[in-house]
């Protein structure tokens, strides 16, 4: 099962990804009788045993990386799959609006500062991903980023995505395994789900002005996410364009490319020394003589 959840949403290294070869919807061999919910419950049971070696192990970190359109499921997902995962071990980020402070740096600074430390999964609720979409849809923004006058908006993007590379190219050297899915919904089922939004009194919140104009720009949304998965995928740092409109579904194949992925590092606890192990036995000895 999870092969072919990985090869059939894996974007290809060549460049070769399109739109139009995919669907927001779950593949056909999907059985709407499955209860994926359970199904993703016995995934998270093992991904609390392999966090809890990655920890101990401390050879490796995990990043992982969500992006989407708005009503996606980002903040539902990343909330079912980690939810049995010991919070000492886990870290979510959320990056929205950059600061005066942030902007006074490069556009990776801010997601640099939150990166995960060995033994530990950080998760990026948006990331400096957000500069090749957001920024590329809107690029005035470009005009508030004190950027040097040599940089030349015709090549910005290109030298944005080289410097994404870059970056997950060294953290993977270095030991961070890096993760990224795309979820992918589509422009009825976020329509549904606005609409849902503010019939429903306890998600009313939720809502925003700005989401409806974003919503407008959708194909340029989709052009962007095209041209940057199509930069970005990389063996150390692979993408995934996961279906959204069925929630459930969407969970379960995110937590199980995670699990997966886990399990291919062939963690293990430490292991204790001769010299250790004698220390250990005397002291339990002073521990059962008290």
Request: some cysteine; glycine content about 2%.
């Amino acid at each position: 099962m999870f092969e072919a959840i990985e090869s059939k949403f894996l974007v290809p290294y060549d460049g070769n990804f399109s739109l139009d070869n995919i669907s927001a919807r779950p593949p056909s061999s999907f059985d709407p009788k499955t209860d994926y919910r359970k199904k993703i419950n016995k995934v998270i049971e093992e991904l609390q045993d392999l966090q809890k070696i990655l920890y101990a192990y401390d050879r490796h970190s995990m990043l992982l990386i969500f992006q989407a359109m708005d009503a996606a499921g980002k903040d539902s997902t990343i909330r079912a799959v980690m939810s049995g995962v010991n919070p000492a071990g886990c870290q979510v980020f959320s990056f929205k609006k950059p600061s005066s402070i942030e902007l006074d740096h490069d556009f990776l600074w801010r997601t640099n500062k939150s990166l995960p430390e060995r033994g530990r999964i950080g998760i990026f609720n948006r990331s400096y991903y957000e500069e090749v979409l957001v920024v590329r849809v809107h690029p005035k923004i470009l005009e508030y980023q004190n950027l040097p006058d040599k940089v030349n908006p015709e090549c910005i993007w290109q030298e944005r995505y080289e410097s994404i590379q870059d970056l997950e190219k060294h953290l993977a050297r270095n030991g961070t395994v890096i993760l990224k899915f795309w979820l992918n919904v589509s422009k009825e089922e976020q329509k549904n789900r606005f609409i849902g939004r503010i019939d429903t009194q306890e998600k009313q919140w939720k809502w925003s002005s700005s989401d409806l104009k974003e919503r407008e720009h959708w194909d340029d949304y989709m052009q962007a996410y095209e041209d940057a998965l199509n930069a970005t995928s990389k063996p150390w740092a692979p993408w995934y364009a996961i279906p959204a409109d069925d929630k459930p579904y969407m969970r379960y194949s995110v937590a199980k490319i995670v699990e997966k992925t886990l399990e291919s590092l062939d963690l293990k606890y430490p292991k204790i020394d001769d010299a250790e192990r004698k220390s250990l036995s005397q002291a339990r000895k002073q521990l059962l003589a008290e």
